[in-house]
Structure formats: structure tokens, C-alpha cells
Nanobody, 122 residues
Framework: QVQPVESGGGLVQAGGSLRLSCAAS????????MGWFRQAPGKEREFVSA????????YYSDSVKGRFTTSRDNAKNTVYLQMNNLKPEDTAVYYC???????????????WGQGTQVTVSS
């Protein structure tokens, strides 16, 4: 099992950038696909991105494709989310989680972190 802890959130102006980190404890971190999700006030948690255990393949939602990049460093048990050209609609709490079953549906992820707040001002 892995236990993620997210960091790197904050307040940024539209068009700016942030880099989120997800440090996960557990010796089996490198076995898991890791995903990023976000939840805006009053909305359901939604998929943002995922990265395979070896870091070779990445997946993105249409809303962030071309602006966000996910990567990982298995030696540091850490996953990253580089967010560029941020928009006010990116405002949300961002979570990372480990995927336990095939498919990027939220129900296939578990071991959720506590989240980190990202606020984008217009």
C-alpha cells in the first residue's frame, strides 16, 4: 500500500504555473499507476491525469491536455504535476491516488492523499 501526501498548491494568477508534488510512503510505490484528480467546490471529483508505474505512458483529461504534464521519480517515491497556463476553472483541491484496477475511473483508485488547494485568480 502507498500513502500519498500532496504539496505545492497555492494562489496564482491566470496564465501562471504551479508544480504539485505527491510523495508516497510504501515500498511498493513503483508498482502502481498513479493518478491526479481534482475537486472544485460543489462539484464531483474528476480525473486529471495518470502515469504508468514505469513513467513511460501518461494520460490526461481533455480539459488539461497540452497544459499539464505528469511525471514521476520512483527513486524518490514522488509523482509530479506541472501545471502551465492555469485558468480560473482549474481552481480546485488536487489529490493524488494509487490505481488498484485497470482503467482511469475514479472507483479504481484508492489510498487518497489529503489534497492541496490550487486557486487561480482572473
Amino acid at each position: 500500500q502507498v500513502q500519498p501526501v500532496e504539496s505545492g498548491g497555492g494562489l496564482v494568477q491566470a496564465g501562471g504555473s504551479l508544480r504539485l508534488s505527491c510523495a508516497a510512503s510504501g515500498r511498493t510505490f513503483s508498482d502502481y499507476v498513479m493518478g491526479w484528480f481534482r475537486q472544485a467546490p460543489g462539484k464531483e471529483r474528476e480525473f486529471v491525469s495518470a502515469i504508468t508505474s514505469d513513467g513511460i505512458s501518461t494520460y490526461y483529461s481533455d480539459s488539461v491536455k497540452g497544459r499539464f504534464t505528469t511525471s514521476r521519480d520512483n527513486a524518490k517515491n514522488t509523482v509530479y504535476l506541472q501545471m502551465n497556463n492555469l485558468k480560473p476553472e482549474d481552481t480546485a483541491v488536487y489529490y493524488c491516488a494509487a490505481r488498484f484496477r485497470p482503467g482511469n475511473q475514479i472507483s479504481n483508485f484508492g489510498s487518497w492523499g489529503q489534497g492541496t488547494q490550487v486557486t487561480v485568480s482572473s
